[in-house]
Each structure stands twice: as structure tokens, then as C-alpha cells.
């Protein structure tokens, strides 16, 4: 029995570890850690989000043939807006207006591949209009909208102890 939790954990660990060593240097980008202090669903900060939603894309789709760090690195800055959607208002509504924002920001502190861009700017599909062209794209919709409703209804919390494993493994604690 402990060999089995003790295997699990190890297996949990590798993935965590795996996870890091592709969104480490995005992490640790002070801009990025500045998405906590914006909420998103209620009371869920930008940053969690976009973590969760990122490892779930990781966990699942880590050993296929999709391009795992352009998946990776775009669902991370998916949400990359860094203003407070509830109280900032814009002429278009947050829905159209945040992809935008968010793929102006990671264009202004990251180099971004066009798989990258086209994940940022259409992940709100459909409501984007224009169909994504890679199936990375669709992974981050599809995530982007499991993620928010566990937010939504509070099941994300179960994600805290992996998000702060992620963030030690990153570096980020202590900035």
C-alpha cells in the first residue's frame, strides 16, 4: 500500500516538475505574477486560473503530438489582460475585448509564436467568430470553459495544493 502512494506521489511530482520546466521563466515574470491581484470568476484570481487551466491542457495532452509548449505557454497567457474586468469598463464587452489585451500584453513581455497568438486571441470561440485553425487552440477553449465553471461553482479549490506545489517549483514564492 505505501508503495503505491509513495509511486502516485513520485508520479505527481514528475508531472508537476515536467510542468515547470516549460512555464518557469513565464511564472517568474513579474507582469504575470501580477495577474493575482486581479479576480476573474468571482473570487478566483487571474493567475490560479490560468495555471489550472494550462495543467490541465499539460496533463492531459503532455504525450501527444500536439505542440505541448506552444499549448502550455498560450493557455498560461490565455488570460493575460491585467486590469480588473469588474470594475474597468471598455468600449467592447470583456469577452471580446481581454483576448486582445491579453495577446498585446504577451507580445510586450514574451516573444510569442503564431500558434501561441492564435491560442491568446481565439480562445473566447465561438464568441471570437473566426474558427481556430489548430487543435491546441480548441484544447484551451475546451479547458478554458471547464476551468471557469469549476470556478464558477467552487470545485477549483481542490487545484490549491498542486498550484502552490507549481509555484515552489517554479521559484515564484518569495517574490
Not at 81 to 89: E, I, V
Not at 94 to 107: I, Q, R, V
Not at 112 to 125: A, S, Y
Not at 126 to 145: A, C, G, N, Q, W
Request: aromatic share 14%; proline share 5%.
Amino acid at each position: 500500500k505505501g508503495m503505491v502512494i509513495n509511486m502516485i506521489k513520485t508520479e505527481k511530482d514528475l508531472l508537476i516538475k515536467q510542468y515547470c520546466e516549460i512555464v518557469a521563466p513565464v511564472l517568474r515574470q513579474p507582469s504575470v505574477l501580477e495577474m493575482r491581484d486581479y479576480p476573474i470568476h468571482g473570487k478566483t484570481d487571474c493567475l490560479f486560473h490560468s495555471v489550472y487551466v494550462s495543467f490541465c491542457c499539460f496533463r492531459a495532452f503532455r504525450n501527444s503530438k500536439l505542440d505541448i509548449k506552444s499549448l502550455v505557454t498560450g493557455s498560461l497567457l490565455h488570460d493575460f489582460f491585467l486590469y480588473n474586468w469588474y470594475t474597468t469598463k471598455h468600449d467592447e464587452f470583456h469577452a471580446y475585448y481581454h483576448p486582445k489585451k491579453s495577446l498585446e500584453n504577451a507580445k510586450r513581455f514574451f516573444e510569442i509564436n503564431p500558434l501561441e497568438e492564435e491560442i491568446i486571441r481565439k480562445h473566447m470561440w465561438p464568441m471570437t467568430i473566426s474558427l481556430p485553425r489548430h487543435k491546441e487552440t480548441y484544447v484551451v477553449t475546451f479547458f478554458d470553459k471547464y476551468c471557469a465553471i469549476a470556478d464558477i461553482v467552487k470545485t477549483s479549490g481542490k487545484f490549491v495544493p498542486v498550484y502552490e506545489r507549481i509555484l515552489k517549483e517554479a521559484g515564484v514564492y518569495g517574490e
